[in-house]
């Protein structure tokens, strides 16, 4: 309200000084615009971070905020086009098989240098075995890996932002935190089992990319 009435002031003081060709009332007029103009962005400022402080989802709030100020409503992701040893592809179906004949070779290497590296360290265990043997007198002390408590686990649940997104499983961490108390035993075995084996389930490593729709866009 404060704002909207030294609006209509710099208005008055605007319509004063273009009709005056008193310097005074015009240099008056520019400090007061300065003045006014820093007061707009700290209370925009503000008002941002108040909107930001009270969202359960900064991050999404914070992308929506950028949208709105710089007027993006919908993001663009369509590849329109891909240059393919000095041929441009156009169809859709094209450019997916490109990027598919590119990347299943590097997929392969990867499998490939998985199998050398685990072969490489049954070497290095051996060594470093025979090592600890021949020149150690007190042999190390045994590591010991501390599993996870349905209690721990629970209580790393409740500290997760609720969202209603989910994985693979369509299980959002929204109804997960609802449900922590009755289904925690589950999420205990495979964190207990990821840690004890040092293997990632591969199933929790899968995301759904969506793609926004434009507005006003048929579906």
Known sequence: MGIKTSCRHKRELYLT????????????????????????????????????QKSN?????TWEIIKKLTNNHYTHTDV????????YLKDQQDIADAFNDYFSP??????KNKVNKKN????????????????CVHPPPSLVIKTFSTTEITSIIK?????????????????????????????????NKSVLSGIFPDHMKFSYVKQERKQNEPN
């Not at 329109?80 to 041929?87: A, E, P, S, Y």
């Not at 590097?106 to 499998?111: A, D, E, F, M, S």
């Open 159 to 191: 500290t997760l932002k609720s969202k209603n997104s989910h994985g693979f499983d369509e299980i959002s961490v929204k109804l997960l935190k609802v449900s922590a108390r009755y289904i925690c035993s589950p999420p205990t075995h495979i964190c």
């Open 57 to 61: 989802n900064k991050c999404k709030s």
């Open 17 to 52: 000084s273009r009709n005056n060709n008193d310097e005074i009332l015009k240099r008056h007029y520019q400090a007061y615009c300065k003045i006014l103009l820093k007061v707009i962005k700290e209370a925009k400022k503000l008002y941002y971070d108040t909107e930001i």
């Open 80 to 87: 329109q086009g891909l240059m393919i040893d000095n041929k």
């Open 106 to 111: 590097i997929v392969y290497n990867i499998n």
């Open 120 to 135: 490489n360290n049954s070497a290095k265990v051996f060594l470093t075995q025979y090592y600890l043997e021949q020149n």
